[in-house]
């Protein structure tokens, strides 16, 4: 059984920083490709970032040069490092880890955390 747990979320005014984490744990045999999606209110989920196994990394546009993704393999965790938020930014916050275990792969969510980007 493989479980995510992600943290970090908050209130914050415009030009502020955040640092989103998810770390996974269980029966985990290897993790592939690691990434933040957001949904905002009334919206569809949208990519945020992603990070390959070998750390390449993928931006969606409105976050290029604000947002950094990492992560660190020995503790199977994906970070979101989130620099001069703006309102627009405002969502929840969704992890989403491939996970390759002993008999199966599938790729998991974590459970969410709010950001709200407010003055």
């Known amino acids: 059984q493989v479980q995510l747990v992600e943290s970090g979320g908050g209130l914050v005014q415009p030009g502020g920083s955040l640092r989103l984490s998810c770390a996974a744990s269980?029966?985990?045999?290897?993790?592939?490709?690691m990434g933040w999606y957001r949904q905002a209110t009334g919206k569809k989920r949208e990519l945020v970032a992603t990070i390959t196994s070998g750390g390449s990394t993928n931006y969606a546009d409105s976050v290029k040069c604000r947002f950094t993704i990492s992560r660190d393999n020995a503790k199977n965790t994906v970070y979101l490092q989130m620099n001069s938020l703006k309102p627009e930014d405002t969502a929840v916050y969704y992890c989403?880890?491939?996970?390759?275990?002993?008999?199966?792969?599938?790729?998991?969510w974590g459970q969410g955390t709010q950001v709200t980007v407010s003055s």
């Open positions: 269980g029966s985990i045999f290897s993790i592939d490709a």
């Open positions: 989403l880890v491939e996970i390759y275990t002993v008999d199966n792969q599938g790729d998991y």
